[in-house]
């Protein structure tokens, strides 16, 4: 997650996380690692997707080009 979409995620929850008990906070504080790292884990996934994709079109270029 870029430092930007982080400190636009931590505006959104300050106004909840000031008025908050203890165990409320916890729970924002979760949510806000928990959205961090779902961030990370697709911004990974869509990597791997793109190479994968880019090995299979030359893979397929390839063997078009045998033909």
Do not use: W
């Not at 979409?5 to 929850?13: D, E, H, K, P």
């Not at 165990?23 to 791997?48: N, W, Y």
Request: aromatic share 4%; with cysteine; hydrophobic share 40%.
């Amino acid at each position: 997650m870029s430092l930007q979409a982080r400190q636009v995620l931590l505006n959104s929850l300050r106004p909840r996380y000031r008025g908050a008990n203890k165990t409320q906070k916890s729970k924002i504080l979760d949510e806000f690692i928990h959205q961090g790292v779902i961030e990370d884990d697709l911004r990974a996934f869509k990597c791997s997707l793109l190479l994968s994709l880019s090995l299979l079109t030359d893979e397929m270029t390839s063997l078009l080009s045998g033909l």
